[in-house]
Each structure stands twice: as structure tokens, then as C-alpha cells.
């Protein structure tokens, strides 16, 4: 999904950033995609186990999903990446800064967390009246989704299906935990040549 360029209300307390045009995927990358590049590039994932295959991969460390990212990109001549988190802040909440993908009020029924009581991951899509205008899925709960950004550690975002839904908010920094569960990664396109 192409998000345009210009200036979006992101963090909290909300501040003005411009944010150059990207391509995000609609969805987590899943666990039939991951397998495809293990099985093509022999790569040992660190904690990933090969879940359904509609799900999103789970158990992915940020140095899986670089590589990946560069498997991706040299299969399709195009430059994938992981998206930095404005560039993730952005697609969540859109230009205008609203609370979550679909608005200004929390509901859980709209994405896979803590409070659907599923303790695992659903199928991507499966909450499709929790995507973005965009239609962006999954960007709450599900899977925490890595970034390119540090800041006094890895950042992730969007939360997971073991995190309350106050914690998923798009504004808030997320930290990897040691056993790797919960996180997954989605991808981004630069449009602006770099």
C-alpha cells in the first residue's frame, strides 16, 4: 500500500514529522513466505518455527528479518526493507494522528491481543475492521513488528496477541523480549530512490 509523502501528527504528545512517500505491505510477512526464503537460501532462523501457513511468522529475531529483507529484494530486483518508525507510526495512525488504525477508540475486537484470548497468532487479515484508511492489516496486535530505528535498543511496534491492548498502541515504543515470541516483521519499498 502506497502512503504518500507530507506531514503526519505522530509520537505522544503528538508532533509534526515529514514523512517521505513509501510502499508498506498490506500484512506481516507469514510463515509460507518465511519458509520459502529458508528453503531457498538454507538461512537458520534463530527461534522461528514454521507455524500455519496464513499466520503471521512468529519468533523472528531483527537479524532474520534483515536478511530476509535482503533475500527479498535481490529475488525481485526491488529494495525492500524494514520500515523505520515513523515511516510504521504513519501507515498506523495516518497523517492526522488518530488514536489507532480505525480511530480514535480503543476496541479489541478489532485486533488480535491479549484481550481476544486466542494466545496465539490468527491468520493475517483476520481482523479486517482493524486496518488502517489505507488498508493496512494487522498493524495492532497479532505480531510486535520490528523497525530500522534504535533508540537505546531495537524498536518494534503494533503490539501482539500476548500484549493488553493499552500497550499496542501505534504512538509506543515496543522492546524485543527474550524468547522472541510475539515478534514478526512486515516490509517497506522506498519510492524516493534511496
Known amino acids: 500500500m502506497v502512503i504518500a509523502a507530507g506531514d503526519a501528527l505522530l509520537e505522544d504528545p503528538p508532533r509534526t514529522h515529514h514523512v517521505n512517500v513509501f510502499a508498506i505491505a498490506k500484512r ?47 529475488a525481485t530486483a526491488r529494495i525492500y526493507r524494514l520500515p523505520d518508525e515513523r515511516e510504521w507510526e504513519k501507515a498506523a495512525r495516518g497523517g492526522k494522528g488518530q488514536r489507532w488504525p480505525w480511530g480514535d477508540s480503543e476496541d479489541p475486537t478489532r485486533a488480535n491481543t491479549r484481550e481476544s484470548g486466542l494466545r496465539g497468532t490468527s491468520p493475517v487479515g483476520a481482523y479486517p475492521a482493524g486496518a488502517s484508511a489505507d488498508g493496512v492489516l494487522d498493524l495492532i496486535g497479532n505480531v510486535r513488528e520490528w523497525t530500522n530505528t534504535w533508540a537505546d535498543g531495537r524498536v518494534m511496534r503494533g503490539g501482539s496477541y500476548l500484549d493488553p491492548m493499552a500497550e499496542c498502541i501505534p504512538s509506543r515504543r515496543m522492546r524485543l523480549s527474550a524468547d522472541l515470541r510475539g515478534h514478526g516483521f512486515r516490509v517497506v519499498r522506498s519510492m524516493t530512490g534511496r
Open 28 to 74: 506481516p510477512v507469514t510463515n509460507s513466505e518465511f519458509a520459502e526464503f529458508v528453503k531457498v537460501t538454507s538461512h537458520r532462523a534463530e527461534r522461528w518455527t514454521e507455524g500455519p501457513a496464513d499466520h503471521p511468522a512468529e519468533g523472528i529475531s531483527w537479524p532474520d528479518a534483515v536478511v530476509y529483507c535482503r533475500w527479498l529484494s535481490t
